[in-house]
């Protein structure tokens, strides 16, 4: 299964990555990260299909997927 990691400090809301993910399984964090947005964050991690459309899309390079080898 793939594996999303947000780095949040990085992030600085701006929602991109929310809007290209095909599953719809990125949204943005009720907290507060250290730069004082919202920063984005996976939900059921499960569902992910390794797409990585939202780590090419952030400008921030915040977010990393590792897709599983075969």
Known sequence: ????????????????????????????????????????TVVEQDKCTGCAFCARMCPDVAIEVEKEES
């Open 1 to 40: 299964m793939p594996q999303v990691t947000f780095h949040e400090d990085r992030c600085k809301g701006c929602e991109l990555c929310t809007s290209v993910c095909p599953k719809g399984i990125v949204v943005m964090a009720k907290h507060i990260n250290s730069m004082g947005f919202h920063p984005a």
